[in-house]
């Protein structure tokens, strides 16, 4: 098989910015035809003229972090879960609907390649016939549908088999033999090692696809050792896939059906190549149209072609966050998080999570400061957080005036890059 997912992968620049381009057109007019949230963003703006990647920054950024409060205000003027953001209701043309940390709802279309995760998939390896175990969770969140229908589209077989039960999976593994793994590089982790102390043999194992979390240079080399060849792949659940890793591992190659823009953070202003920048992506989703949605990612373009052949730009991959929402193990935690834990307790007068330790290992500590500390309040406060953000953290109670006034909520101590 060809190590190209198809043949746009390796068009010219000139043939595939003019398919982008006049789709961006069609997108424009469908969000703004279709959608309430458009019909306003849009009420000014002729969708024809909307067909250059120069009238494209002219218009409005839609981040995701305001996407709970459009949600929430959506839901109480027109009774719909998505905030005038969806074409289409539920019932044909739609379906399933996910419930991403915030809460923020996402609406999946009908068709097995809609996330067009596939592509991904391929440039890591994956071939039809291979028994994909997809280690992502299957409960509320997208991305154990976005893999598995991805691929399936691609002609593999798919093990559900989700988070936890660590021991479990391993037995899985080994009686079923997977050539593939997809889901976070700290789970993997954790199952290689727990398969070691059980000296139980996983070497049908040999590629992995990551997304979720970033994978650090040193934790790749480790699986390398194991004998897994690991890649990532850049999605998200209200775009699906937006860049990949190739077998060059020389950044990431972008999706061929989305325009994607780096920009100031904070402004809808274009960067230079090599120029950090939040990443802002148009999709050419019909049921979901986003235009200009700012993901709260930080990347860079890299000059160049990648030396696969892809001739689609490239961005350097994930380096931060331009806002204070974070990833922690896999999951979304947002500043509002951090302010409805606090709006529980009376005794908590101001609060700051602080994340550490390397991608994989993460560590949250949920600072606070109360005027009389006690071990029933600490178990009653990580409780919440278990219940709001469902991860766990350590508390650490302060005495008032501990916390400096530097205007974090989350302060993320990890390095990215």
């Avoid at 992968?9 to 949230?37: D, F, G, I, P």
């Avoid at 990347?299 to 696969?308: D, V």
């Avoid at 550490?356 to 949920?366: A, I, P, Q, R």
């Avoid at 009653?380 to 766990?392: C, G, M, W």
Wanted: glycine share 10%; aromatic share 6%; charged share 20%.
């Amino acid at each position: 098989m060809s190590e190209h997912f198809d043949h746009l992968e390796t068009r010219s620049q000139a043939e595939r910015e003019a398919y982008l381009m006049k789709a961006l057109a069609r997108q424009v007019e469908h969000a703004r035809r279709h959608t309430t949230a458009y019909a306003d963003i849009l009420k000014d703006v002729d969708p024809a003229a909307i067909n250059t990647r120069e009238a494209l920054a002219q218009l409005p950024v839609t981040r995701k972090h305001e996407l709970i409060a459009l949600q929430r205000q959506g839901r109480a003027l027109h009774g719909g879960p998505f905030g005038g953001f969806c074409s289409i209701g539920y019932g044909p043309g739609m379906s399933r609907v996910f419930a991403s940390p915030g809460p923020i709802y996402e609406p999946e279309g009908e068709g097995r390649g809609s996330w067009r995760v596939a592509r991904a998939m391929h440039a890591a390896g994956f071939r039809r016939g291979d028994l994909i175990h997809n280690a992502f969770s299957y409960h509320l969140t997208p991305a154990g549908a976005i893999m598995e229908s991805s691929a399936i589209s691609l002609g593999c077989t798919v093990l559900p088999a989700g988070t936890g039960q660590t021991e479990l999976q391993v037995q899985t593994m080994a009686d079923l033999g997977p050539q593939a793994y997809v889901g976070t590089p700290s789970f993997l982790k954790i199952v290689l090692e727990r398969a070691a102390d059980m000296g139980v043999p996983l070497s049908s194992l040999k590629r992995a696809l990551f997304s979720g979390e970033a994978c650090s240079q040193s934790l790749r080399g480790w699986f390398q050792e194991k004998g897994v060849s690991a890649f990532q792949a850049y999605a998200t659940a209200d775009l699906g896939l937006i860049a990949y890793e190739t077998q060059a591992l020389e950044g990431m190659v972008l999706d061929e059906n989305l325009v994607l823009e780096i920009v100031r953070p904070g402004t809808g202003e274009p960067v230079a190549v090599g120029e950090i920048g939040e990443v802002v992506v148009t999709t050419f989703n019909p049921t979901y149209p986003l235009i200009r949605f700012a993901t709260g990612d930080l990347s860079a373009f890299l000059p160049g072609q990648c030396p696969t052949g892809r001739t689609n730009l490239r961005i350097e991959g994930w380096l931060g966050r331009a806002d204070q929402t974070t990833k922690v193990r896999g999951m979304f935690v947002h500043p509002t998080q951090v302010a409805s834990i606090s709006e529980r307790f009376s005794e908590i007068r101001r609060a700051k999570l602080v994340v550490s330790g390397e991608m994989g290992t993460d560590h949250m500590l949920f600072q606070v400061e109360v005027l009389r500390p006690s071990e029933e309040l600490e178990q009653r406060i990580q409780e919440a957080i278990r219940e709001v953000t469902k991860l766990r953290a350590e508390v650490a109670l302060l005495m008032p005036g501990a916390l400096p006034e530097d205007g974090k909520t989350i302060e993320d101590l990890r390095r990215h890059r």
